[in-house]
């Protein structure tokens, strides 16, 4: 009898909030699968951070990295590290937990807030993209035209659209009201999207923004591959030859750089707009969630793709590393920038 009620009581339905009758329910884990779960969470929320503090900690110090293009990654580096410091833990805390206990109103500001760092994540990808465009393919007037002072201008503006944005979206969506909660139990914090919405955004948030990315990145390659042919066909001496052979090497690696960059961009944005169109009506909860997740993770891999191609990133580490940015005047150290 007493092993029948401890069999009972094992598959006994737990809820996120027993004392409401519209509660969700609450899925069991393994005391082994929560911590391991937790743990890994844990781990990447602290990898995510460091990566993307030791690039904002590198241009902010150094004042030879203080250029448009830095002022963009570092942009790109504070998106990315607020994702490692609030949406990673509470989006792990969701997962292993199964259950948001912190209501319908946070939910909606949480929900915007990692749309904001998405969004202004994705505006810092294109403004890069923009920023080497114009350094490659007008090199004379990309002084000129890009300089320190508007390109703080430019990221501002980016930060302010992208947050009035998310509040249009999220708030037509009904994020903020409680009797919009699109079927869901209590206990959850559902993504849900119109269809006008869903489109919108794929168009604003994903295709306009992919397609100018490509688009850019591939004259950038297409220019400096012009470049190259108008080198090599001036040379004459092995020394020339050598000196070509060596500029192929470099355009070789600046092309993988570029497909890396693309990649890393399709691979992880792409699985957020299946979500989006798709809904619940294709992808099982388990599916977007792991997509989603994909996302979150690209957060990461922004200060591998953009920071540690650039050997100024390389040095500036060293030095945070072991302590030499505290000696006096290190700010005014020469840290090699490897383009403009």
């Known amino acids: ?33 929560s911590n391991v779960m937790y743990v890994f969470f844990s781990l990447l929320s602290v990898w995510t951070v460091f990566l993307n503090l030791l690039v904002i ?27 490692g410091l609030i949406v990673i833990p509470i989006e792990g805390m969701k997962l292993t937990a199964t259950c948001w206990y912190f209501g319908q109103i946070f939910c ?3 929900s915007m807030f990692i749309g904001l ?17 114009v350094a490659v393919c007008h090199p004379l007037a990309y002084p000129q035209k890009i300089t320190t002072s508007r390109t703080l201008v430019i990221v501002c503006f980016s930060w302010f659209s992208s947050s009035v ?8 969506n009904g994020y903020f009201n409680p009797s919009s909660g699109k079927d869901s139990c209590y206990g959850q914090c559902p993504f849900f999207i119109s269809l006008a919405w869903s489109v919108t955004d794929l168009i604003l948030s994903f295709l306009v923004p992919c397609t100018l990315i490509i688009t850019l990145y591939l004259r950038i390659f297409y220019v400096a591959h012009q470049h190259v042919r108008v080198i090599n066909s001036v040379m004459k001496s092995r020394k020339h030859l050598t000196e070509g052979s060596a500029r192929r090497k470099s355009e070789s690696k600046a092309a993988l750089t570029l497909g890396i960059i693309v990649s890393v961009y ?14 619940n009506t294709v992808l099982s909860s388990s599916t977007a969630k792991a997509l989603m997740w994909v996302l979150y993770c690209n957060s990461s891999l922004n200060p591998l793709v953009y920071a540690f191609f650039y050997s100024w990133f390389k040095k ?9 940015i ?11 920038v490897d383009y403009h």
């Open 1 to 33: 009898m007493t092993l029948m009620a401890n069999e009972t009581e094992d598959h006994e339905t737990q809820y996120c909030f027993p004392a409401v009758n519209s509660s969700c329910i609450k899925t069991k884990r393994s005391t082994l699968e």
């Open 57 to 83: 900690i590198s241009i902010s110090h150094f004042k030879k990295l203080h250029t448009p293009t830095n002022l963009l990654i570092l942009s790109l580096a504070v998106a990315d590290m607020l994702v």
């Open 108 to 110: 909606g500001l949480y």
């Open 117 to 133: 760092l998405l969004s202004e994540s994705l505006c810092n990808l294109v403004l890069v993209a923009v920023d080497r465009y």
């Open 165 to 172: 944005y998310n509040i249009s979206f999220f708030t037509h």
């Open 266 to 279: 399709l691979f992880c944005w792409i699985p957020y707009y299946i979500i989006s169109v798709a809904g």
């Open 316 to 324: 500036s580490v060293k030095h945070i590393l072991t302590l030499k």
């Open 326 to 336: 505290f000696q006096q005047a290190s700010a005014l150290l020469n840290i090699t």
